[in-house]
Nanobody, 130 residues
Framework: QLQLVESGGGLVEPGGSLRLSCAAS????????IGWFRQAPGKEREGVAT????????KYADSVGGRFAISKDRAKNTVYLEMSSLKREDTAVYYC???????????????????????WGQGTQVTVSS
C-alpha cells in the first residue's frame, strides 16, 4: 500500500520553529516531486512549497518565502519542511503530496494546481499560538 505520512506538527509560539516530515511507505520517493500544502480553518487549501524529484529545485509561496525550506532525504525516503519565524497565520493542517513523472525531474510542480499530485498524506496540525 502506497502511503505518505506526515509528522512533526504541534503547538509552537510565534517566532518559533518546527520541522515537518513526510515519510513514504510502499514506494520510493526517488522519482517523485513533493509538495507541501496547508489548510487553515475556514479557508481553502493552499500550496506552500514544492521540490523537484532530482536536483533539489524548489518553489515557495510568497507568504512563506525565506522562512520555510523544503528538502528531500533519499536515504530516509523522507521530505522535510523546515519552518522558522512562525506566525499565527501559519496555523493550519499541513499536507504533503507526491507528483510522479519526468515532467518533475528537474522542475518543481505547481503550488497552485493540486491535480499534478498523485498521492496525498493525511495531514499534521501546526498551531502557532502564545
Amino acid at each position: 500500500q502506497l502511503q505518505l505520512v506526515e509528522s512533526g506538527g504541534g503547538l509552537v509560539e510565534p517566532g518559533g520553529s518546527l520541522r515537518l516530515s513526510c515519510a513514504a511507505s510502499g514506494f520510493s520517493l526517488d522519482h517523485y516531486a513533493i509538495g507541501w500544502f496547508r489548510q487553515a480553518p475556514g479557508k481553502e487549501r493552499e500550496g506552500v512549497a514544492t521540490v523537484s524529484a532530482f536536483g533539489g529545485i524548489t518553489k515557495y509561496a510568497d507568504s512563506v518565502g525565506g522562512r520555510f525550506a523544503i528538502s528531500k532525504d533519499r536515504a530516509k525516503n523522507t521530505v522535510y519542511l523546515e519552518m522558522s519565524s512562525l506566525k499565527r497565520e501559519d496555523t493550519a493542517v499541513y499536507y504533503c503530496a507526491a507528483a510522479y513523472g519526468s515532467s518533475w525531474y528537474r522542475k518543481p510542480p505547481s503550488i497552485t494546481n493540486e491535480s499534478e499530485y498523485d498521492y496525498w498524506g493525511q495531514g499534521t496540525q501546526v498551531t502557532v499560538s502564545s
